[in-house]
């Protein structure tokens, strides 16, 4: 049914995402698909990184470490950005055809006021997208 799953991954916050990352592991074995990381990350140094470059090792390595045991290594997407916040909606939707992936599971949040004002990532990915997505609460 799914071949390929991307998951957005911010490396500052993997507290928040353990069940995103359980969730498309788990199905990632059960549908004996691809699994992609995707990272945006700035040339600005950061908390996580210095550089786009060692961002992306991190991201690489963690791919690794977070491998579903289905026989499929997964692979590893970072995007740079000036503005990765502002960006990310549009970045997931490139990726999202650069990856070929044809369901994403994102993280989100509990719903707030203000996303009826200004949507979750997770909703405009789904609203715009032409795949499934998948949206995990914390």
């Known amino acids: 049914m799914f071949n390929s799953i991307m ?7 993997l507290d928040a995402l353990e069940k ?4 498309a ?3 990632a074995r059960h549908y004996n698909a691809q699994l992609c990381y995707v990272g ?31 026989g499929h290594q997964p ?6 950005s000036h503005d990765p916040v502002t960006d990310l909606d549009d970045i997931l939707l490139k990726a999202i055809d650069d990856v070929g992936a044809d369901l994403v599971v994102m993280g989100t949040h509990l719903p707030h006021h203000i996303d009826a004002i200004m949507p ?3 909703s405009k990915v789904a609203a715009h997208s032409d795949v499934s997505v998948f949206l995990v609460r914390p």
């Open 7 to 13: 998951v957005p991954v911010d490396l500052a916050h």
């Open 40 to 70: 945006v990350t700035t040339s600005q140094p950061s908390s996580v990184a210095r550089t786009p470059e060692e961002y992306e090792q991190k991201l690489k390595t963690f791919a690794q470490e977070h491998a579903p045991d289905n």
């Open 25 to 27: 592991a788990d199905m």
């Open 75 to 80: 692979t590893a997407r970072v995007y740079n």
């Open 120 to 122: 979750a990532n997770g």
């Open 20 to 23: 995103p990352l359980t969730v």
